[in-house]
């Protein structure tokens, strides 16, 4: 099955700086990533996804950027801000029959004001 | 926050006691998924399910148990065989299939078995 690993697993930057947090997956039939976000106490909310046909796409401060031939996929926030701070979760959902999606482990960003 | 709820948000059950998570949606959904979410280790699949009265196994489905009678509800059963049931779990819905596959999540339950 698909394997899915995020790195790092904490990431501190002071406000103003760029985050950059890294995935990579095994299968490579998977055809979709999305990026969740999730802050304390509170359920993961889908922040920006990407499918395997496009190589990078923006929204404001995030961006993803997708490597088909090296399986891997990155999320980069510039301009961090203390409402940043939150545990961020990558996927890869498999193009087979069934709609499952593997996420990857998790990176706690600190943004330091 | 609409759409998908689930009961209790905290649920304590003493070890050796069968317990079922709650989890409904009025998202018109066909998908729908259980999550288990432990520190460090991200969101593991349980079970997901596509359409009424089918359902499949995810990544760590031993001692866990599902029902989809409905489209709307897909309650989860933590049984006594599941060695270490204290987690914090997540339903989740999705559309099948385009234009999307963004999954919609719970506000989640808390379980503590003791």
């Known amino acids: 099955g698909e394997n899915v690993e995020q790195h790092p697993s904490t990431l501190s930057v002071q406000e103003g700086d760029s985050a950059v947090i890294k995935c990579t997956y095994s299968?490579?039939?998977?055809?979709?990533f999305p990026w969740y976000k999730q802050e304390l106490g509170k359920r993961p909310q889908l922040i920006i996804d990407?499918?395997?046909?496009?190589g990078e796409k923006k929204d404001q401060r995030i961006a993803v950027t997708l490597n088909k031939t090296a399986k891997h996929f990155s999320l980069h926030i510039t301009e961090t801000q203390p409402e940043d701070s939150a545990v961020y979760f990558c996927?890869?959902?498999?193009?087979?029959?069934?709609?499952?999606?593997?996420f990857g482990t998790g990176t706690k960003l600190q943004v330091i004001p | 926050d609409g759409g998908i709820t689930q009961s209790p948000k905290y649920l304590f059950r003493k070890e050796g006691q069968n317990v079922t998570l709650s989890c409904e949606q009025n998202?018109?959904?066909?998908?729908m998924y259980w999550y288990r979410q432990d520190p460090g280790q991200g969101l593991r699949l349980i079970y997901y399910?596509?359409?009424?009265?089918?359902?499949q196994k995810g990544d760590i489905a031993e001692g866990y148990s599902v029902s989809r009678e409905k489209k709307e509800s897909f309650p989860l059963t933590v049984t006594s065989a599941q060695k270490n049931p204290t987690a914090f779990y997540l339903c989740?819905?999705?559309?099948?299939?385009?234009?999307?596959?963004?999954?919609?999540f719970g506000p989640g339950t808390r379980l503590t078995v003791t």
């Open positions: 989740a819905s999705s559309i099948l299939g385009q234009p999307s596959y963004e999954q919609y």
């Open positions: 299968d490579s039939a998977s055809n979709y």
């Open positions: 990407i499918r395997s046909n496009v």
């Open positions: 996927a890869a959902r498999y193009s087979g029959g069934y709609q499952k999606v593997t």
């Open positions: 998202l018109n959904h066909d998908a």
């Open positions: 399910s596509q359409i009424v009265n089918d359902f």
